[in-house]
């Protein structure tokens, strides 16, 4: 379905060359103060345009048509829009006999009997991640967690060493912290680029001040709501939290989270004792309910399936395998983009969660 929480409710809806593509939020607190420029910082994270992201360029401005009165939410469903400007729909006519790898084209065929929109992915595209971006945006505001992912490795390159790799040239006097991915894997894309191939990688998000005692034992647990959410990312293929798939090759004494106190003291008030695990090897949840500790996990992002390099796939006009080069516009690299999608799917599970409290 393309609707997901229980007390803060996301519904997105449209097609990637379609009039238009939205959200509505039910469930969203009033009092919000909400406008246009709001959403700005993240939808132009997520913006294509530079190395390594496609050449396609829409404006990306949100139109809130219900849900907000004189700069505040209203408390009634939350309606936002992106119209689609920029769209080369001719590119797609191919894909109706030869379905791309790694697409959904053959899928939503299938389950749709061919009535599926399938200009630039249709209802599967990764455009569909700007309204969740939107809806990240209000529920940052909602769960007031301090949520922030960034891209730790691409192409197989980790962070460390893509920073390591860099000259003094490629600084340019810019803090290496500073620089966007596109600069940080520079060769590692550009090697991608001239092969026309693609690459994938990994995002690590963490959430601070996070209280303890959300979440839910067994299929509500923080875990696997959070896992729901980030899957329904397109291109993801794996999640992690804390210690992650280390933990298989620990022992219990490395990989359990001891608990420890801290002292806090307010002005004159008297000392106050907070009980937290003193590692994170849980990635800040136990039991499926959070423990205090930031929640951390890692996604893993595929490659972009449309490549412009040759592939050998099925022909289903002719019934004969046949050589694919796909055109249109296409990232090398779509994980560039992906740290603000993963944000507000995050923010959009905590926000749902705070509620139910």
Known sequence: ???????????????????????????????????????????????????????????????????????????????????????????????????????????????????????????????????????????????????????????????????????????????????????????????????????GGVVECVTTSVPAGLGEPFFDSVESLLAHAIFSIPGVRGIEFGDGFRAAKMKGSEHNDPFDTVDSRHGDMNLHLSVHPSRNGAGGVNGGITNGNPIVFRVAFKPTSSISKPQKTFNFATGQMAELEIPGRHDACFALRTPPVVEAMTAIVLADLMKRI
């Open 1 to 199: 379905m393309d609707s997901f929480g229980r007390k803060f409710r996301v519904s997105i809806f449209g097609e990637s060359h379609g009039e238009a593509i939205g959200v509505v939020l039910d469930g969203v607190q009033p009092g919000i103060p909400l406008c246009v420029d709001d959403f700005t910082a993240d939808i132009l994270r997520r913006k294509s345009g530079p190395k390594g992201t496609t050449p396609r360029i829409e404006a990306d401005v949100p139109e809130l048509l219900s849900g907000v009165y004189n700069g505040f939410t209203t408390g009634a469903p939350l309606a936002i829009i992106f119209r689609n400007r920029n769209t080369k729909s001719g590119d797609y006519k191919l894909f109706n006999d030869i379905p791309r790898p790694g697409h959904a084209d053959y899928t939503a065929s299938i389950k749709w009997m061919d009535f599926n929109d399938p200009r630039g992915g249709g209802h599967f595209s990764g455009r569909l991640t700007l309204p969740i971006v939107a809806a990240g945006v209000v529920a940052k505001k909602m769960c007031v967690c301090g949520i922030t992912a960034r891209l730790i490795e691409v192409g197989g390159v980790s962070r460390e060493d893509a920073l390591e790799s860099l000259t003094e040239a490629d600084l340019n006097g810019v803090e290496p912290d500073s620089l966007p991915p596109s600069a940080i894997w520079k060769d590692v894309i550009g090697e991608a680029i001239k092969e026309r191939d693609s690459i």
